[in-house]
């Protein structure tokens, strides 16, 4: 039964001793170059693919030299490697908003590194540290004298009683970082709202795609398949499952809408479908 609190007689906040660590990565660069070697991008991008459970408060960025080249030199070269990660980020649905410090901080100091073999510690050295800190923990609030909370209409009551007009956000369908693919605890979410979308054949949708964190309104970019239409990949997944699961292709479209309509807040819930009424059929 859904409650919210009228009344808090009695708060007890437990504080919780143990904190999440900080998660760490590191990419590897060539001598004098900023560009990211694919096998390090793919190392990253697996690295980025593990932060979607991750409910995140600050990535800091650092980027290093090695001890060759002057001091200016290694300045805005180690700039470079932290802005060429930062921009990857932003490209794979990291909000730019969680990364707080991007920092070229120049040559490393060789002795700083257990490591005899000298071309193995200049190899070390030309790196870009990247550092994740996890929310802490919300403290365990009890509470006394609860009433029942007023029943929020679901997805499947407002497609029940839907109009033309009516915009519907799938809030339960949660997508993959990055990918066209939803989670997999929302795919029986998803199986509800086209058994839902068959009892209604009057109405006629337009399937709207939505990505979360890119820069200037640009699409994101799918990595199964390296194009940057991430929205529309995401409208079309769900035009397909409606498909498989019976309704009729005639009552539906499908466009992506990039990043243009951002819900604010969580990120995650950027990533999303939603649907607009477009016509009802009354003869049915």
Same mark, same amino acid.
């Given at each position: 039964?859904?409650?919210?609190?009228?009344?808090?007689?009695?708060?007890?906040? $437990?504080? !919780?001793?143990?904190?999440?660590?900080?998660?760490?990565?590191?990419?590897? %660069?060539?001598?004098?170059?900023?560009?990211?070697?694919?096998?390090?991008?793919?190392?990253?991008?697996?690295? +980025?693919?593990?932060?979607?459970?991750?409910?995140?408060?600050?990535?800091?960025?650092?980027?290093?030299?090695?001890?060759?080249?002057?001091?200016?030199?290694?300045?805005?070269?180690?700039?470079?490697?932290?802005?060429? @990660?930062?921009?990857? %980020?932003?490209?794979?649905?990291?909000?730019?908003?969680?990364?707080?410090?991007?920092?070229?901080?120049?040559?490393?100091?060789?002795?700083?590194?257990?490591?005899?073999?000298?071309?193995? !510690?200049?190899?070390?050295?030309?790196?870009?540290?990247? @550092?994740?800190?996890?929310?802490?923990?919300?403290? $365990? @609030?009890?509470?006394?004298? @609860?009433?029942?909370?007023?029943?929020?209409?679901?997805?499947? *009551?407002?497609?029940?009683?839907?109009?033309?007009?009516?915009?519907?956000? %799938?809030?339960?369908?949660?997508?993959?970082?990055?990918?066209?693919? +939803?989670?997999?605890?929302?795919?029986?979410?998803?199986? /509800? !709202?086209?058994?839902?979308?068959?009892?209604?054949? *009057?109405?006629?949708?337009?399937?709207?795609?939505?990505?979360?964190?890119?820069?200037?309104?640009?699409?994101?970019?799918?990595?199964?398949?390296?194009?940057?239409?991430?929205?529309?990949?995401?409208?079309?997944?769900?035009?397909?499952?409606? /498909?498989?699961?019976?309704?009729?292709?005639?009552?539906?479209?499908?466009?992506?809408?990039?990043?243009?309509?951002?819900?604010?807040?969580?990120?995650?819930?950027?990533?999303?479908?939603?649907? $607009?009424?477009?016509?009802?059929?009354?003869?049915?």
């Amino acid at each position: 039964m859904n409650i919210f609190l009228i009344n808090i007689l009695l708060i007890f906040c $437990v504080t !919780i001793c143990s904190s999440q660590q900080n998660l760490t990565h590191e990419v590897y %660069f060539e001598t004098d170059e900023y560009d990211v070697p694919n096998t390090e991008k793919n190392r990253l991008l697996l690295f +980025i693919s593990e932060l979607t459970d991750v409910n995140i408060e600050t990535i800091s960025i650092f980027g290093f030299c090695d001890d060759r080249g002057a001091d200016t030199y290694n300045l805005k070269l180690s700039q470079q490697r932290a802005d060429a @990660i930062k921009s990857i %980020f932003s490209e794979n649905e990291i909000s730019e908003s969680l990364i707080t410090n991007v920092d070229g901080k120049g040559e490393i100091l060789l002795k700083i590194v257990e490591e005899k073999n000298l071309l193995k !510690i200049r190899g070390l050295n030309r790196k870009v540290e990247i @550092i994740v800190k996890p929310k802490p923990p919300k403290p $365990v @609030i009890k509470v006394a004298k @609860i009433v029942e909370k007023p029943k929020e209409k679901t997805v499947i *009551d407002k497609i029940n009683e839907s109009v033309k007009g009516d915009k519907i956000i %799938f809030k339960d369908i949660l997508f993959k970082t990055g990918y066209a693919t +939803i989670t997999p605890a929302t795919k029986k979410n998803l199986t /509800a !709202i086209a058994e839902a979308l068959a009892k209604r054949p *009057d109405i006629y949708f337009t399937i709207q795609g939505h990505v979360c964190c890119t820069k200037y309104s640009r699409d994101a970019i799918d990595r199964k398949t390296k194009l940057r239409n991430l929205s529309e990949a995401r409208a079309k997944y769900v035009y397909d499952y409606f /498909a498989k699961k019976g309704i009729d292709k005639k009552r539906m479209r499908h466009i992506g809408l990039r990043r243009k309509f951002p819900l604010g807040g969580d990120p995650q819930y950027d990533r999303r479908v939603e649907i $607009v009424i477009n016509y009802v059929d009354n003869a049915n």
